[in-house]
């Protein structure tokens, strides 16, 4: 089970730190990526974890975003900074068991298992 949390209302510039708890798998194991869904829009992917720490983000949030993972806590982060009004989605938060543990990718039909969503608004 995944439990996304973190998201609001912000303004435009703004930071937050989006979280990611695990529950009823062996954390370590698995590679996490942070997605978002806009209404009316696809899924498209924002930033993954591999197993040993390396992270790959989407172009539109390159520079601007820094995932991480605690394994002690079975949790992921996803900080976000400089925030635009182009950001505000649902985001979250999935995992796949590691093939890699040295890399991760954006593709969603990789990932099996997702938590329930978190949204952000971000106002201009």
């Known amino acids: 089970q995944l439990q996304a949390s973190g998201g609001g209302l912000v303004q435009s510039g703004a930071s937050l730190r989006l979280s990611c708890a695990a529950s009823?798998?062996?954390?370590?194991?698995?590679?996490i990526g942070w997605f978002r869904q806009v209404p009316g829009k696809e899924r498209e992917g924002v930033s993954c974890i591999s197993v040993l720490g390396d992270s790959s983000n989407e172009d539109s949030v390159y520079g601007r975003v820094t995932i991480s993972r605690n394994n002690a806590k079975n949790t992921a982060y996803l900080e976000m900074n400089s925030l635009k009004p182009e950001d505000t989605a649902v985001y979250y938060c999935a995992t796949q068991l590691a093939i890699d543990p040295t890399s991760c990718g954006l593709f969603l039909e990789d990932y099996h298992f997702w938590g329930q969503g978190t949204l952000v608004t971000v106002s201009s």
């Open positions: 009823g798998l062996y954390f370590q194991d698995y590679t």
